[in-house]
């Protein structure tokens, strides 16, 4: 007995059953990554928290001089002689979002997570930035007039024409170091920053990889884990968020910043607020997350910016 062959052109497709399939929707969210922010963490912080006033006012006494003492003669006196850095609490930003009932009601949990951890991260860039934007005015400079180049440490960078900044190297690190030295700025606590393409660079110096100056001790190995970790007891990080400046002729250049973590401060008046409220007008929950603070660089010796190559 002869089979009929079936009319495949009738079957029953994705087209036609479209109706009956549902759309689901993920819990999770697919979110921009985040800039890696380091600047906050290496500073001195001035805890203000719940204190009144806009200005903080900081002591800067002169340091005396010893006196030989002569025989039968009382002691010299040193004279007092004192300034004082004012950090100004003149920071306050805020990140809101107003959610209506009917997204609420309807829409997944994820939304307000990523909108509220959102804030955060918002208001944690807003205070890495303005600690950034402080080296503009480093080394009696402003706007980047006081910045070195990579390549020696010392040559001051220019913004004319295509701008002069050159990529580190062993000798400039040595150099800029040295400056700090000779300022008397403590060796603890120093750190540099620098962009992703400063990494890729001095991992290609030998020095930086070389078993003698990493160590073999797990994370101490860059050959083995792309790790930037110390240069000559300076720890190094790498930001996302280093400044790029132009010179006039439209050439861009990125920010290394090197400085001892006294020489700048982090004034925190009121951290990270988060507060919600009904807006009945609105039909929808209003959620504001705030922070108030203040920076200043209070040590200008202990500060060096310095211009790379943004390629």
């Not at 203000?48 to 039968?72: E, F, M, Q, W, Y």
């Not at 609420?104 to 990523?114: I, K, T």
């Not at 400063?198 to 884990?225: C, D, H, M, P």
Request: hydrophobic share 40%; aromatic share 6%; net charge negative.
């Amino acid at each position: 007995m002869a089979t009929t062959a079936l009319d495949f052109a009738n079957t029953i497709d994705v087209s036609d059953g479209d109706d009956f399939i549902p759309e689901i929707w993920s819990d999770d969210v697919i979110a921009g990554y985040k800039k890696n922010l380091v600047i906050a963490g290496r500073v001195a912080r001035i805890n203000h928290n719940k204190k009144k006033g806009d200005t903080i006012h900081l002591p800067v006494p002169a340091r005396g001089a010893a006196s030989a003492k002569a025989a039968n003669t009382v002691v010299t006196l040193v004279v007092a002689s004192a300034s004082s850095v004012d950090v100004l609490l003149n920071k306050h930003y805020e990140y809101s979002f107003l959610i209506e009932d009917i997204v609420e009601v309807q829409g997944l949990p994820s939304l307000r997570r990523f909108y509220t951890d959102d804030a955060g991260y918002a208001l944690a860039t807003q205070v890495d930035t303005d600690l950034r934007n402080l080296a503009a005015t480093w080394n009696s400079g402003s706007a980047y007039s006081g910045a070195v180049i990579g390549s020696d440490g010392s040559t001051a960078a220019t913004w004319t024409g295509t701008g002069n900044g050159a990529a580190l190297t062993d000798a400039g690190v040595r150099k800029v170091l040295q400056t700090l030295d000779d300022g008397d700025v403590p060796m603890r606590d120093r750190c540099l920053i620098i962009p992703p393409i400063e990494k890729n660079r001095l991992l290609g110096i030998t020095r930086y990889t070389e078993q003698a100056f990493t160590g073999e001790s797990g994370s101490g190995n860059s050959i083995r884990n792309g790790l930037v970790g110390d240069v000559y007891g300076t720890e190094v990080y790498v930001s996302t968020n280093c400044a790029t400046v132009e010179s006039l002729n439209s050439i861009p250049y990125r920010i290394c910043l090197l400085f001892q973590k006294d020489a700048v401060v982090l004034a925190e008046q009121m951290g990270v607020r988060t507060q919600a409220q009904y807006k009945q007008e609105a039909l929808g929950t209003l959620v504001t997350a705030d922070r108030i603070y203040g920076v200043k660089t209070v040590r200008s010796e202990g500060a060096r910016a310095i211009a790379v190559p943004s390629t």
